[in-house]
């Protein structure tokens, strides 16, 4: 066997390869990436703010490129980036969090109303599963636990 052959292993796809049936990728919009999502955060309250990249580059002390590559989701910035960004808008890493989660919430939901259901899938909803232990179902449902939608 040689170097190459050793070198190429199956590939697991992600997400499942697409069938006839399904709209063409281009048709879709595409999946939010967090960093997208917090970039857009990050320079949304900095414009509303009226201050400069420079000034809140200056005030956070994370250099003015990097924090430039973070607005536009270039870079996957860390908690502690993030946390003096957020500190540097006067802000919390909770609020900055909180504002990229809400907007995941509305682009995933308008993304899943733009795209047709399969069959036998109630709500959109591909699973549904409890946290905890598995108990008896009574009358009014599960006894315990947090129903989770994946």
């Given at each position: 066997?040689t ?9 697991i ?5 697409p069938?006839a049936?399904?709209?063409?990728p281009?048709?879709?919009p ?5 960093r ?5 955060v990050?320079?949304?309250?900095r ?11 200056e005030?956070?002390?994370?250099s003015m ?6 607005e ?8 502690e ?9 006067g802000l919390?890493l909770?609020?900055i969090?909180?504002?990229?989660g809400e907007r ?5 939901a308008?993304?899943t ?6 069959l ?6 591909r699973?549904?599963?409890t946290?905890?232990p ?6 009014a449902?599960?006894m315990g636990g947090?129903l989770l939608?994946?």
């Amino acid at each position: 066997m040689t170097i190459r052959a050793t070198n190429q292993a199956d590939v697991i796809p992600l997400r499942p390869l697409p069938t006839a049936a399904d709209p063409a990728p281009q048709d879709l919009p595409r999946e939010p990436l967090w960093r997208d999502l917090v970039g857009e955060v990050l320079r949304r309250e900095r414009r509303a703010q009226g201050r400069t990249l420079k000034d809140v580059s200056e005030a956070s002390r994370i250099s003015m490129a990097y924090l430039s590559e973070v607005e536009r989701g270039r870079k996957e910035a860390s908690s502690e980036v993030l946390a003096a960004a957020a500190q540097a808008l006067g802000l919390t890493l909770a609020d900055i969090l909180a504002l990229a989660g809400e907007r995941l919430v509305s682009l995933t939901a308008a993304r899943t109303r733009s795209r047709p259901r399969p069959l036998g899938t109630a709500g959109g909803h591909r699973s549904v599963r409890t946290t905890g232990p598995v108990r008896p179902t009574g009358p009014a449902g599960p006894m315990g636990g947090v129903l989770l939608a994946a």
